[in-house]
């Protein structure tokens, strides 16, 4: 069974970095591409960035690039967003998704 934990959100200033982590289990990791998303209150969930299997290739959503960053450890089973110069605009909970499965989701709040 496929499952998906996130971790690493919190409360941080406008300007402020957050490192979100995704443990994946159930599943080989290191065959799939792994996709991070967002939804905002009051809005649909959206992609934000994608890395392929072996990470040599990403992409992102303009409104993020040049800020955020993903990344994966194929020896861990773990993606990574680091996200940098953070909005409040960023505010959401972000999820990582994979075929068709997705976490809990970590609250990410951006705010002075």
């Known amino acids: 069974q496929v499952q998906l934990v996130e971790s690493g959100g919190g409360l941080v200033q406008p300007g402020g970095s957050l490192r979100l982590a995704c443990a994946a289990s159930?599943?080989?990791?290191?065959?799939?591409?792994m996709t991070w998303y967002r939804r905002a209150p009051g809005k649909e969930r959206e992609p934000v960035a994608t890395?392929?299997?072996?990470?040599?290739?990403?992409n992102y959503a303009d409104s993020v690039k040049g800020r955020f960053t993903i990344s994966r450890d194929n020896a861990k089973n773990t993606a990574y967003l680091q996200m940098d110069f953070l909005k409040p605009e960023d505010t959401a909970v972000y999820f990582c998704?994979?075929?068709?499965?997705w976490g809990q989701g970590t609250q990410v709040t951006v705010s002075s």
């Open positions: 159930g599943y080989t990791f290191s065959k799939y591409a």
């Open positions: 998704g994979v075929l068709g499965y």
């Open positions: 890395i392929s299997t072996g990470g040599s290739s990403t």
